[in-house]
Protein backbone atom coordinates (compact mmCIF):
# COMPACT_ATOMS: atom_id res chain seq x y z
CA UNK A 1 0.00 0.00 0.00
CA UNK A 2 1.34 3.53 -0.68
CA UNK A 3 1.68 5.99 2.38
CA UNK A 4 3.49 8.29 3.94
CA UNK A 5 5.38 8.66 7.41
CA UNK A 6 6.66 11.85 9.07
CA UNK A 7 8.82 10.71 12.11
CA UNK A 8 8.54 13.39 14.19
CA UNK A 9 5.46 14.89 15.39
CA UNK A 10 6.58 18.06 16.87
CA UNK A 11 10.53 19.51 15.82
CA UNK A 12 11.06 22.96 18.22
CA UNK A 13 14.00 24.91 16.80
CA UNK A 14 15.74 28.25 17.39
CA UNK A 15 15.39 31.03 15.14
CA UNK A 16 17.89 31.31 11.98
CA UNK A 17 18.89 27.59 12.77
CA UNK A 18 18.44 24.92 10.52
CA UNK A 19 15.85 22.62 10.19
CA UNK A 20 15.07 18.78 8.56
CA UNK A 21 11.37 17.33 8.68
CA UNK A 22 11.59 13.81 7.81
CA UNK A 23 9.53 12.30 5.82
CA UNK A 24 9.76 8.28 4.46
CA UNK A 25 7.38 7.07 2.27
CA UNK A 26 6.20 3.73 0.96
CA UNK A 27 5.33 2.72 -3.00
CA UNK A 28 5.86 -0.46 -5.36
CA UNK A 29 5.35 1.83 -8.18
CA UNK A 30 6.62 5.22 -9.27
CA UNK A 31 5.73 8.27 -6.51
CA UNK A 32 4.56 11.87 -6.74
CA UNK A 33 5.81 13.49 -3.56
CA UNK A 34 4.91 16.92 -1.95
CA UNK A 35 5.51 19.09 1.15
CA UNK A 36 2.43 21.10 2.05
CA UNK A 37 2.34 23.92 4.86
CA UNK A 38 -0.51 24.80 7.04
CA UNK A 39 0.05 28.47 9.07
CA UNK A 40 -2.24 28.65 11.98
CA UNK A 41 -5.92 29.11 11.01
CA UNK A 42 -5.42 28.49 7.43
CA UNK A 43 -5.88 25.90 4.78
CA UNK A 44 -3.00 23.85 3.13
CA UNK A 45 -0.65 25.42 0.51
CA UNK A 46 1.68 23.40 -1.73
CA UNK A 47 5.53 24.22 -0.51
CA UNK A 48 6.94 21.62 -3.42
CA UNK A 49 6.83 18.75 -4.86
CA UNK A 50 9.04 15.86 -6.85
CA UNK A 51 7.76 14.54 -9.82
CA UNK A 52 10.72 13.57 -11.57
CA UNK A 53 14.07 14.73 -13.14
CA UNK A 54 16.45 16.27 -10.26
CA UNK A 55 16.40 14.72 -6.91
CA UNK A 56 16.89 18.42 -4.81
CA UNK A 57 14.06 20.22 -5.90
CA UNK A 58 13.59 23.91 -4.56
CA UNK A 59 10.23 25.14 -3.26
CA UNK A 60 8.75 28.88 -1.59
CA UNK A 61 10.20 30.20 1.55
CA UNK A 62 13.74 28.79 1.00
CA UNK A 63 12.76 25.19 1.29
CA UNK A 64 14.50 22.46 0.01
CA UNK A 65 13.89 18.36 -0.29
CA UNK A 66 15.73 15.41 -1.38
CA UNK A 67 13.98 12.33 -3.22
CA UNK A 68 16.29 9.50 -2.11
CA UNK A 69 14.49 6.62 -3.70
CA UNK A 70 17.28 4.04 -1.96
CA UNK A 71 16.42 5.45 1.47
CA UNK A 72 12.51 5.92 0.44
CA UNK A 73 12.62 9.00 2.02
CA UNK A 74 11.67 12.94 0.94
CA UNK A 75 13.09 14.73 3.76
CA UNK A 76 12.71 18.92 3.91
CA UNK A 77 14.80 21.20 4.97
CA UNK A 78 15.71 24.98 5.23
CA UNK A 79 19.02 26.29 6.33
CA UNK A 80 18.07 29.10 8.66
CA UNK A 81 14.30 29.45 9.77
CA UNK A 82 12.42 32.39 10.83
CA UNK A 83 9.43 33.19 13.14
CA UNK A 84 7.10 33.13 10.25
CA UNK A 85 8.09 29.66 9.73
CA UNK A 86 6.08 28.06 13.03
CA UNK A 87 3.41 25.88 11.56
CA UNK A 88 2.42 22.73 10.41
CA UNK A 89 4.09 20.65 7.76
CA UNK A 90 2.70 17.34 6.11
CA UNK A 91 4.46 15.36 3.31
CA UNK A 92 2.03 13.58 0.92
CA UNK A 93 2.34 11.00 -1.88
CA UNK A 94 0.00 10.99 -5.20
CA UNK A 95 -2.22 7.60 -5.28
CA UNK A 96 -3.98 6.73 -8.51
CA UNK A 97 -4.94 9.19 -10.67
CA UNK A 98 -6.56 12.09 -8.23
CA UNK A 99 -5.95 11.61 -4.60
CA UNK A 100 -3.21 12.47 -2.08
CA UNK A 101 -2.61 11.05 1.11
CA UNK A 102 -1.02 12.60 3.83
CA UNK A 103 1.14 12.28 6.37
CA UNK A 104 0.90 12.47 10.19
CA UNK A 105 2.18 16.36 10.32
CA UNK A 106 5.18 17.84 11.89
CA UNK A 107 4.34 21.00 13.55
CA UNK A 108 7.53 23.34 13.78
CA UNK A 109 7.95 25.79 16.34
CA UNK A 110 10.48 28.56 16.33
CA UNK A 111 11.65 29.73 19.50
CA UNK A 112 13.37 33.28 19.69
CA UNK B 1 -10.13 37.60 -3.80
CA UNK B 2 -9.98 34.19 -2.39
CA UNK B 3 -9.65 31.43 -4.40
CA UNK B 4 -11.27 28.66 -2.98
CA UNK B 5 -13.68 29.92 -0.20
CA UNK B 6 -15.98 27.74 2.22
CA UNK B 7 -18.65 29.30 4.65
CA UNK B 8 -19.45 29.03 7.27
CA UNK B 9 -16.10 29.13 8.80
CA UNK B 10 -17.19 27.87 12.30
CA UNK B 11 -20.08 25.87 13.00
CA UNK B 12 -21.38 24.74 16.71
CA UNK B 13 -24.10 22.33 16.62
CA UNK B 14 -26.27 19.98 19.18
CA UNK B 15 -25.89 16.15 18.44
CA UNK B 16 -28.77 15.22 16.23
CA UNK B 17 -28.79 18.44 13.93
CA UNK B 18 -28.54 18.32 10.48
CA UNK B 19 -25.95 21.29 8.72
CA UNK B 20 -24.45 22.30 5.48
CA UNK B 21 -21.20 23.45 4.64
CA UNK B 22 -20.79 25.37 1.28
CA UNK B 23 -17.67 25.85 -1.27
CA UNK B 24 -16.96 27.82 -4.23
CA UNK B 25 -14.22 27.73 -6.23
CA UNK B 26 -13.04 30.71 -8.79
CA UNK B 27 -9.93 29.22 -10.86
CA UNK B 28 -11.60 27.23 -12.99
CA UNK B 29 -10.69 24.04 -12.10
CA UNK B 30 -12.80 20.88 -12.88
CA UNK B 31 -11.95 19.04 -9.72
CA UNK B 32 -13.15 19.90 -6.22
CA UNK B 33 -12.70 17.53 -2.95
CA UNK B 34 -13.51 17.62 0.65
CA UNK B 35 -11.05 16.47 3.12
CA UNK B 36 -11.55 16.19 6.77
CA UNK B 37 -9.27 17.15 9.82
CA UNK B 38 -9.48 15.62 12.97
CA UNK B 39 -8.05 16.68 16.07
CA UNK B 40 -4.34 15.49 15.93
CA UNK B 41 -4.12 17.24 12.79
CA UNK B 42 -4.39 13.93 10.45
CA UNK B 43 -6.33 15.00 7.12
CA UNK B 44 -7.83 12.29 4.85
CA UNK B 45 -9.68 12.55 1.84
CA UNK B 46 -13.75 12.01 1.76
CA UNK B 47 -14.70 12.70 -1.55
CA UNK B 48 -13.66 14.31 -5.32
CA UNK B 49 -15.88 15.24 -7.76
CA UNK B 50 -14.79 16.04 -11.47
CA UNK B 51 -17.37 18.43 -13.52
CA UNK B 52 -20.07 17.52 -11.30
CA UNK B 53 -19.71 13.35 -10.94
CA UNK B 54 -18.67 11.92 -7.79
CA UNK B 55 -14.93 10.09 -8.67
CA UNK B 56 -14.25 9.02 -5.14
CA UNK B 57 -16.08 8.26 -2.62
CA UNK B 58 -14.32 7.12 0.43
CA UNK B 59 -15.64 5.11 3.77
CA UNK B 60 -17.38 7.72 4.74
CA UNK B 61 -21.10 7.12 6.98
CA UNK B 62 -24.03 7.78 4.87
CA UNK B 63 -25.09 10.61 6.78
CA UNK B 64 -22.21 12.32 4.75
CA UNK B 65 -23.50 13.79 1.38
CA UNK B 66 -22.16 15.74 -0.88
CA UNK B 67 -23.45 17.86 -3.92
CA UNK B 68 -21.91 19.77 -6.79
CA UNK B 69 -24.48 21.74 -8.77
CA UNK B 70 -21.85 23.21 -11.19
CA UNK B 71 -17.93 22.55 -11.11
CA UNK B 72 -17.13 25.40 -9.16
CA UNK B 73 -18.99 24.71 -5.89
CA UNK B 74 -19.26 21.57 -3.97
CA UNK B 75 -21.81 21.86 -0.90
CA UNK B 76 -21.35 18.59 1.85
CA UNK B 77 -24.66 18.23 3.77
CA UNK B 78 -24.44 15.90 7.14
CA UNK B 79 -27.52 14.72 8.89
CA UNK B 80 -28.27 13.60 12.46
CA UNK B 81 -24.67 14.96 13.67
CA UNK B 82 -22.66 12.85 16.13
CA UNK B 83 -19.97 13.83 18.34
CA UNK B 84 -16.99 12.30 16.28
CA UNK B 85 -17.72 14.30 13.70
CA UNK B 86 -16.33 17.41 15.12
CA UNK B 87 -13.30 18.14 12.70
CA UNK B 88 -11.85 20.80 10.10
CA UNK B 89 -13.38 19.85 6.78
CA UNK B 90 -11.82 21.52 3.92
CA UNK B 91 -12.46 22.09 0.53
CA UNK B 92 -9.72 21.99 -2.19
CA UNK B 93 -9.51 22.22 -5.54
CA UNK B 94 -7.59 21.34 -8.58
CA UNK B 95 -6.75 20.36 -12.15
CA UNK B 96 -8.50 17.18 -13.45
CA UNK B 97 -7.25 13.93 -13.48
CA UNK B 98 -5.45 14.13 -16.74
CA UNK B 99 -3.41 16.93 -15.47
CA UNK B 100 -3.45 16.55 -11.69
CA UNK B 101 0.20 16.90 -10.75
CA UNK B 102 -0.82 17.19 -7.44
CA UNK B 103 -1.05 20.56 -6.46
CA UNK B 104 -4.56 21.14 -4.84
CA UNK B 105 -5.88 24.40 -3.37
CA UNK B 106 -7.50 24.68 -0.18
CA UNK B 107 -10.50 26.69 1.63
CA UNK B 108 -9.35 28.13 4.50
CA UNK B 109 -11.38 25.20 6.47
CA UNK B 110 -14.75 24.99 8.44
CA UNK B 111 -14.27 24.10 11.68
CA UNK B 112 -17.17 21.90 13.29
CA UNK B 113 -18.27 21.49 16.84
CA UNK B 114 -20.56 19.15 17.76
CA UNK B 115 -21.95 19.40 21.31
Known amino acids: AQSVTQLDSQVPVFEEAPVELRCNYS??????LFWYVQYPNQGLQLLLK??????LVKGINGFEAEFNKSQTSFHLRKPSVHISDTAEYFC??????????FGQGTRLTINP | DTAVSQTPKYLVTQMGNDKSIKCEQN?????MYWYKQDSKKFLKIMFS???????INETVPNRFSPKSPDKAHLNLHINSLELGDSAVYFC??????????????FGEGSRLTVL
Open chain 1, 92 to 101: ALKKGAQKLV
Open chain 2, 49 to 55: YNNKELI
Open chain 2, 92 to 105: ASSHPAGDFTGELF
Open chain 1, 50 to 55: YLSGST
Open chain 2, 27 to 31: LGHDT
Open chain 1, 27 to 32: SSVSVY
